[in-house]
Each structure stands twice: as structure tokens, then as C-alpha cells.
């Protein structure tokens, strides 16, 4: 397992640097950005664009050739609008469930991915958010994200994982952020690794505190959806080249 900062709750992505073709994809890297509302997000009532919006920006910045990829094209509210940039709109596709537990969202997956016309190349997973009640997290957090990845690398052996600790500094979360490292560290390989992203750190989840990253202690307010692309990007940079255009010497 690789273990990145600073990133964190569940990723998933697709092709191993070794395995990577030199040359320029064919085909738009596929990013799967699969989770519960801190994925999905669009409540009409705040700024809640997600960290898929900034994201957004930051692979057409760097010229990435890609190509969002879920099932969902709306938010919570289903009038919700995501801005343009540069002249581009925004790529609205994800598979992100308001409210939805980890179990639910892997009951669920095999039914979503019948409607994608290609696999995924990169998974982005946050979940678990909605579990932190639970009396057993390995049976309602661990279980049900190897299922969700057992099943990814079943329609792409070499996808590449990016799991993402939950975005909490107490609680529960410090419960569980052990439990997701060794799940990573048990099932990652060369061919498909599984890669943990520290969303936490760095993190200020109470929205009086005068930095507070999210509106509600759980959703992310727009500095908090900055903060996490900006960690996935990271995640995913190492891979991205073969997507990028040619730099001539």
C-alpha cells in the first residue's frame, strides 16, 4: 500500500505507473468518483459543489484528457447547478448517494455499473461518513469497501484504487482510520493499488472555527471541496501523464 499526504476517505483509480502507457491515450482516463453526499452534494440551499468542481478545474488546467463516469448527473436537489469553467461545462456524471451507507452503495454497484459504457481506469471512494454509528465497522465499512473494489478490478484488473480516510479528527473516524490502512496495505498489488488519501489532515470540521472547512461538520463548505480535490489531484497525479499532451523538448 502507498500511503499519500495529505490525503483521506475512499479512492478509487486505474492504471499502475509501470503499466502505464508512455505514449498518449486513446481513450479519456475514466475517474469513477464514487461515494455518499460528500460526493454527490447540490443541496440548493449553500455553495455544496463538492470537491468534484474544483477537481474539475484542476485537470483542465493541466490539460488532462478525461472523463468523469457514474450513473448520477444531479444532486440533492435535482434544479442544482454546477458552474461552467474556461467555456467548458462542467462534466456532471459521478455515483455519489446522499445519505447512503457503504453497505448500500456495494448492493447497489453491480446494478449502477451495468449503465457504463467502459470500466472505470480511477475510482475516487469516500464512504463511511454515514456508518460511524455502527457497532461493527469491520462488517459495515471494511467488508463492503473489499466488495466495492472486488468488483472494480473485476471489470478492470489494473484500476487504481483512492481510498479516502473520512474527513473527521475524532470520533469515530479514529476508530476506523486504522482499520481502512490495513485493508489498503492487505489487498493493494502492483497491478492495482490501493492507495489511501488523508483527507483529515489539515482538516477543521467544526464550522464555528474561524478555518472551518465545512458547513455542517460532515459537509464540505467551498474552501473544505478545495482542500480535498486539491488531495486527490495529488493522489492522482503519478498518473496522469499518458492523458496530457506532449511536451516538446
Known amino acids: 500500500m502507498k500511503y499519500l499526504k495529505p490525503l483521506l476517505v475512499v479512492a478509487v483509480a486505474g492504471l499502475l505507473s509501470g503499466a502505464m502507457p508512455e505514449t498518449a491515450s486513446a481513450k479519456p482516463l475514466r475517474i469513477l468518483p464514487l461515494g455518499d453526499s460528500i460526493t454527490q452534494g447540490g443541496n440548493g440551499t449553500r455553495e455544496e459543489y463538492t470537491y468534484r468542481l474544483p477537481l474539475f478545474r484542476m485537470l483542465v488546467d493541466a490539460k488532462v484528457d478525461f472523463d468523469f463516469m457514474g450513473s448520477m448527473k444531479v444532486g440533492s436537489s435535482p434544479d442544482f447547478k454546477w458552474p461552467a469553467y474556461n467555456g467548458r461545462p462542467f462534466d456532471l456524471h459521478h455515483e455519489g448517494h446522499y445519505g447512503w451507507k457503504t453497505g448500500a452503495v456495494r448492493d447497489h454497484l453491480a446494478e449502477w455499473m451495468k449503465t457504463y459504457a467502459d470500466p472505470p ?77 488523508a483527507q483529515y489532515l489539515g482538516w477543521h470540521e467544526n464550522p464555528a472555527d474561524i478555518y472551518a472547512d465545512t458547513f455542517d461538520w460532515a459537509h464540505p463548505n467551498v474552501k473544505g471541496q478545495e482542500k480535498m480535490a486539491v488531495n486527490w489531484f495529488n493522489a492522482l497525479q503519478p498518473y496522469l501523464k499518458p492523458w496530457q499532451p506532449e511536451v516538446k523538448k
Do not use: C, W
Not at 457497532?135 to 472494480?152: R, V
Not at 473520512?166 to 496495505?185: C, D, H, S, W, Y
Open 121 to 197: 481506469d480511477v475510482v475516487l471512494i469516500h464512504l463511511g461518513t454515514n456508518d460511524q454509528s455502527s457497532k461493527d465497522y469491520q462488517a459495515d465499512i471494511i467488508t463492503p469497501l473489499k466488495e466495492i473494489i472486488a468488483m472494480l478490478r473485476a471489470s478492470n484488473p489494473n484500476i487504481i484504487v483512492l481510498v479516502a480516510h473520512l474527513n473527521f479528527n475524532g470520533g469515530a473516524a479514529l476508530t476506523i482510520r486504522p482499520l481502512v490502512e490495513q485493508m489498503a496495505k492487505d489487498i493493494s498489488s502492483e497491478k492495482s493499488p490501493v492507495i489511501t488519501v
